[in-house]
C-alpha cells in the first residue's frame, strides 16, 4: 500500500521571508567590489595629490616649504599675503569673473539660437550649416590668433574687457553639443506650443531650453571652466596688470626672481579654488548631461 503525501505550500509569513531575505554576495561578487573600491581609492588619490601638495604648499612658512613635508605642524598665510601683494588679484579677480559671465553668456545665448535653428524649424541647408559648425571643432585655435588679433586691434578694444571676449562669445562646441540635446527633445511639444502661438523666441527659451536644461547645464559649466582657464589671448590683447585676467596674474609670480615657491602656490590655489568648487558643484549635472546627448 502506497502512501502518497501531497506537498505543503509555504504560508504566507515564509513566502515573504523568502522573497525580502536578502541573497549574500558570494566570494567573486566581494573580491569584485574589494578591487573596484581599491581602484576608485587609487584613482582618487592620484587626482588629488597634485591638489593636496598644492593646497599645503600654499600654507606651509617659507622656511618649510624646502623640506617638502607632507604632514605639516604649522599652518601660515603669509603666502597668501604676499602673492596679493605682488599681483593686484583682487582687480584681476573682478576680471576673470567678468570674462567668464560675458564669454558664458556670449556662448550660451548663441549656441541656443543656432541649434533650435538646427533642429526644430524645416529649412534647406540645415544639414550643411552643421557640418560647417562642426568642421570649425577641427580648427587649431593659434591659427585664429593673428585674424582676431587684427579684428580687436582694428576696433579700439585692445586692453578692454569687450577686447578679451569678443572673439569667444560663439563657439562649435556648445552648438554641437545642444543641437544633440534638442534632437532627443520630443518634437511634438514644440508643435503643440507653435499651435498655441507662441514664437521661436518663446518656443526657445520657455519650452525647449527647460525640457534640456542637464544639457544646458553641461554646457554652461564647459564654457565657464573654458573661459575662466583661458591664458594666452588675455596676455596678448591685454597690456594693464590690473585689466589681465589672474591666469595672467600666475604667471607674473612665476617671472618674478624673488618670489618664493610658497607665493607662487598660494597664487595657484586663489586661481584654482574657484574651478576646483564649480567642478565639484556641477559634476552631477555635467556627466548627466553629457550622458543623455544621444540622438534618437
Given at each position: 500500500m502506497?502512501v502518497?503525501?501531497?506537498?505543503?505550500r509555504p504560508t504566507?509569513?515564509?513566502?515573504?521571508?523568502?522573497?525580502?531575505?536578502?541573497?549574500?554576495p558570494?566570494?567573486?561578487?566581494?573580491?569584485?567590489?574589494?578591487v573596484?573600491w581599491?581602484?576608485?581609492?587609487v584613482?582618487t588619490?592620484v587626482?588629488?595629490f597634485?591638489v593636496?601638495?598644492?593646497?599645503?604648499?600654499?600654507?606651509?612658512?617659507?622656511?618649510?616649504?624646502?623640506?617638502?613635508t607632507?604632514?605639516?605642524?604649522?599652518l601660515?598665510?603669509?603666502?597668501?599675503?604676499?602673492a596679493?601683494?605682488?599681483v593686484?588679484?583682487?582687480?584681476?579677480?573682478?576680471v576673470s569673473?567678468?570674462?567668464?559671465?560675458l564669454?558664458?553668456?556670449?556662448?550660451l545665448?548663441?549656441?541656443?539660437?543656432?541649434?533650435?535653428?538646427?533642429?526644430?524649424p524645416?529649412?534647406?541647408?540645415?544639414a550643411?550649416?552643421?557640418?560647417?559648425?562642426?568642421?570649425t571643432?577641427?580648427i587649431?585655435?593659434?591659427?585664429?590668433?593673428?585674424?582676431?588679433?587684427?579684428?580687436?586691434?582694428?576696433l579700439?578694444?585692445?586692453?578692454?574687457?569687450?577686447?578679451?571676449?569678443?572673439?569667444?562669445?560663439?563657439?562649435?562646441y556648445?552648438?554641437?553639443l545642444?543641437?544633440?540635446?534638442?534632437?532627443?527633445?520630443?518634437?511634438?511639444?514644440?508643435?503643440?506650443?507653435?499651435?498655441?502661438?507662441?514664437?521661436?523666441?518663446?518656443?526657445?527659451?520657455?519650452?525647449?531650453?527647460?525640457?534640456?536644461?542637464p544639457?544646458?547645464?553641461?554646457?554652461?559649466l564647459?564654457?565657464?571652466?573654458?573661459?575662466w582657464?583661458?591664458?594666452?589671448?588675455?596676455?596678448?590683447i591685454t597690456d594693464?596688470?590690473?585689466?589681465?585676467?589672474?591666469?595672467?596674474?600666475?604667471?607674473?609670480?612665476?617671472?618674478?626672481?624673488?618670489?618664493?615657491?610658497?607665493?607662487?602656490?598660494?597664487?595657484?590655489?586663489?586661481?584654482?579654488?574657484?574651478?576646483?568648487?564649480?567642478?565639484?558643484?556641477?559634476?552631477r549635472?555635467l556627466?548627466?548631461?553629457?550622458a543623455r546627448?544621444?540622438?534618437?
Amino acid at each position: 500500500m502506497t502512501v502518497t503525501t501531497t506537498p505543503t505550500r509555504p504560508t504566507v509569513t515564509e513566502a515573504t521571508a523568502a522573497v525580502r531575505r536578502p541573497r549574500r554576495p558570494g566570494p567573486a561578487l566581494r573580491a569584485r567590489g574589494m578591487v573596484r573600491w581599491l581602484w576608485l581609492v587609487v584613482l582618487t588619490v592620484v587626482v588629488g595629490f597634485p591638489v593636496y601638495v598644492t593646497l599645503l604648499t600654499g600654507l606651509l612658512p617659507p622656511q618649510e616649504v624646502a623640506h617638502g613635508t607632507l604632514l605639516p605642524t604649522r599652518l601660515t598665510l603669509d603666502n597668501f599675503r604676499e602673492a596679493l601683494r605682488n599681483v593686484p588679484f583682487g582687480q584681476q579677480y573682478v576680471v576673470s569673473v567678468l570674462v567668464t559671465a560675458l564669454q558664458t553668456g556670449g556662448q550660451l545665448l548663441t549656441s541656443s539660437l543656432a541649434a533650435y535653428a538646427l533642429v526644430f524649424p524645416r529649412w534647406r541647408g540645415r544639414a550643411v550649416a552643421f557640418a560647417v559648425i562642426v568642421a570649425t571643432l577641427a580648427i587649431p585655435g593659434e591659427s585664429l590668433v593673428i585674424p582676431n588679433y587684427e579684428l580687436v586691434t582694428g576696433l579700439g578694444l585692445r586692453d578692454s574687457l569687450l577686447g578679451i571676449t569678443l572673439p569667444f562669445l560663439a563657439a562649435g562646441y556648445p552648438v554641437f553639443l545642444l543641437r544633440q540635446a534638442f534632437l532627443t527633445l520630443p518634437r511634438e511639444v514644440w508643435e503643440a506650443a507653435r499651435l498655441d502661438g507662441c514664437g521661436d523666441l518663446r518656443c526657445l527659451f520657455l519650452v525647449v531650453l527647460p525640457m534640456a536644461r542637464p544639457q544646458v547645464t553641461a554646457a554652461t559649466l564647459w564654457s565657464a571652466l573654458a573661459a575662466w582657464n583661458g591664458y594666452f589671448w588675455p596676455l596678448l590683447i591685454t597690456d594693464s596688470p590690473d585689466r589681465r585676467t589672474v591666469q595672467v596674474g600666475i604667471s607674473q609670480l612665476v617671472n618674478a626672481e624673488s618670489t618664493s615657491p610658497g607665493v607662487i602656490y598660494a597664487g595657484t590655489t586663489l586661481v584654482l579654488l574657484p574651478t576646483l568648487l564649480l567642478v565639484i558643484v556641477g559634476q552631477r549635472f555635467l556627466l548627466h548631461g553629457l550622458a543623455r546627448t544621444s540622438p534618437r
